[in-house]
C-alpha cells in the first residue's frame, strides 16, 4: 500500500511539475497580442476598431505615420472588432477606436479610447523606450 502511494505522489509531482512549466511558458493562452509582443521582443500598438468610421480612419493614417517613421521597432496590428471578437472582449473593448498599448515583456502598458495624436503615440512609445 505504501509503494503505492509512492508511486501516485511521484505520478502527482511529474505531471505537476509538466503543467506548471506549460503555463510558466506559455503568458496567455490564445492571446496573440501579447506572444506578439514577447516572441519579437517589441512593443505592439493594437488598434481596435473599423475601416470605415471617421475616428478609425483617422487613427490608421496616424498610425501608417508611425509605421513609417519607426520601422520595424515596433508592431501596429489594426483589429477588426467585429471579425475578431474573442480579442475585443479580452481586452473590454466597448468603443471605437481603441488603443491598446503592450511593451516587450507582455504588460499592457495603456488602453486608450478615442483616437490618439501623433504626438501622444510618439510620447507613449518614447515611455516605453522606443527612440
Known amino acids: 500500500m505504501r509503494k503505492t502511494a509512492q508511486c501516485l505522489q511521484a505520478v502527482v509531482l511529474f505531471f505537476g511539475f509538466f503543467a506548471a512549466l506549460h503555463v510558466w511558458a506559455s503568458p496567455v493562452p490564445g492571446d496573440e497580442l501579447i506572444s506578439l509582443a514577447i516572441s519579437s521582443r517589441k512593443p505592439v500598438i493594437a488598434d481596435f476598431g473599423l475601416g470605415f468610421c471617421r475616428q478609425c ?35 473590454e473593448v466597448e468603443w471605437i477606436p481603441t488603443l ?13 479610447v478615442g483616437p490618439l495624436g501623433l504626438e501622444e503615440i510618439r510620447g507613449q512609445l518614447s515611455r516605453m523606450g522606443v527612440e
Do not use: C, H
Open 57 to 91: 480612419k483617422t487613427q490608421a493614417a496616424t498610425l501608417k505615420e508611425i509605421r513609417e517613421t519607426y520601422g520595424d521597432k515596433v508592431i501596429v496590428r489594426m483589429v477588426n472588432v467585429v471579425k475578431e471578437t474573442d480579442l475585443r472582449k479580452r481586452y
Open 100 to 112: 491598446v498599448f503592450i511593451d516587450p515583456k507582455g504588460k499592457v502598458v495603456l488602453k486608450k
